[in-house]
């Protein structure tokens, strides 16, 4: 049964930093390429990032290029995002998804992030 089960989300002030991860299990993980995705209150699902099974190719949403880092530890079967100089309007719940681009594909239960001052 495949499972991914994301954490590290939090309450952060503008400018903040945070480190998401997203445990996998039940598949080759080094197999498939990953993403996140977010949903802000009351607002559909918005696609952040993704990287490919190996590693070597990333893609970001302009919205969050230059601040977010997507990365991976196939060792590990991890999946991380790194969130630079958050803004309030990044916050929302953000999920790992097993797919490059897929809103239909398998996602964790999520991870709530809040930037507030």
């Known amino acids: 049964e495949v499972q991914l089960v994301e954490s590290g989300g939090g309450l952060v002030q503008p400018g903040g930093s945070l480190r998401l991860s997203c445990a996998a299990s039940?598949?080759?993980?080094?197999?498939?390429?990953m993403s996140w995705v977010r949903q802000a209150p009351g607002k559909g699902l918005e696609w952040v990032s993704a990287?490919?099974?190996?590693?070597?190719?990333?893609a970001y949403a302009d919205s969050v290029k230059g601040r977010f880092t997507i990365s991976r530890d196939n060792a590990k079967n991890t999946l991380y995002l790194q969130l630079n100089s958050l803004k309030t309007v990044d916050t929302a719940m953000y999920y790992c998804?097993?797919?490059?681009?897929?809103?239909?594909?398998?996602r964790g239960r999520g991870t709530q992030v809040t930037v507030s001052s």
């Open positions: 998804a097993k797919a490059w681009y897929d809103f239909t594909a398998t």
């Open positions: 039940g598949f080759i993980f080094s197999y498939y390429d």
């Open positions: 990287i490919n099974g190996g590693g070597s190719g990333t």
